[in-house]
């Protein structure tokens, strides 16, 4: 199957984490859109901290960017203390983060709980962001198959057949990010062979038609100088990417790059 020929839109999806307060932000996003240009073959998604996407809703160009929760409460209401809601989110954002690792392992999200928040975001026409991605301990002992399947077949059980094509994968290898202590740059042939895993569990699981059209995210120490070989991995349609995000001249840079590949 040649997925790298199918055409699909691209993404370029900027993680802020806990970084920038509400008047950072806004400041940010306007440097982001006076220096962007739309495109029709590229989404340009920005996931600021909770506090501002109500703000940065009233502010932001839907035509070059669009907005983007980290996580949400798969809970449409209820007795949940400090929590925020997709039910919440709706009409704010377009897209939500799921199941990032940093989620998985400093707040021990459960795959039930990422698996309801998949489906609670297509319930209030949320875009799903679904990240998978195995440890460095668990690649080591050769479990990486094992642990992409389970989480992305996890992640997709409560998704009818009708909105699976409304998901986006983000394949995210925990030993690849930055920010952890014992990371190393994944090449883009170790990409690949996970993409091409991901693309065949889920021709596997559901058919090839939809395994070919479900766009499949890089995330994992994304940079200026490395983003053009990881979007011409076959079956790559975006990234993901952390600190670079927050670098405007970086950030723009790879949008250049993602614009430059697509064409």
Known sequence: MAWYNILMKSYIV?????????????VYLHKLTERIRASRDLEIVVAPSAIALQPLSLQIDRKKLRLAAQT????????????????????LVDYCIIGH???????????KQVRLAVAAALRNNITPILCIGETSTERTFGETSDVVRDQLLGGLSEVSAEDIN??????????AISSTTDAHIATP??????V?????????????????AIPILY???????????????????GLLIGGASLIADQFIDIIDTAKKVIS
Do not use: C
């Open 189 to 194: 042939d170790e990409v690949a062979e996970i």
């Open 166 to 175: 409304k998901v986006i994968i983000a394949y995210e290898p925990i030993w």
């Open 101 to 111: 690792s940093e989620r998985r392992q400093l707040f021990h999200e459960s795959d």
């Open 14 to 26: 900027g993680n802020w984490k806990m970084n920038f307060a509400v008047g950072e932000s806004s």
């Open 72 to 91: 949400a409460n798969p809970h449409d209401f209820g007795a949940y203390t400090g929590e925020v809601s997709f039910a919440q989110l709706r009409g």
């Open 219 to 237: 995330g994992g120490s994304v940079k200026p100088t490395n983003a053009g070989a990881y979007l011409t991995v076959p079956g790559v349609n």
């Open 196 to 212: 091409t895993f991901i693309r065949r569990t889920l021709t596997d699981t559901y058919s090839s038609s939809i395994a070919e």
